[in-house]
């Protein structure tokens, strides 16, 4: 029997009210599951930062506008 199987036969013997919260602690989980990627991303891109031996480093706006491709 596979996982998914198991589960629904698990919820299959939850009456409705007790699914309603079943739900909510399942979109709770889902939901720290997004969070957690999305924060390991940004500690990757912090990461990346502090490795770069450019940070820190003034550019000019006419600089950063040109590096873009954007007319100022």
Sequence with gaps: MSNREK???ILDSFSDGQLANIATMLQAAKDAIS??????F?????????ADPDKGQPVSLEDAAKALGVSL
């Design 7 to 9: 589960c629904i036969a």
């Design 42 to 50: 940004c500690n990757s891109l912090y990461r990346a930062y502090e």
């Design 35 to 40: 969070e957690a990627a999305d924060d390991a």
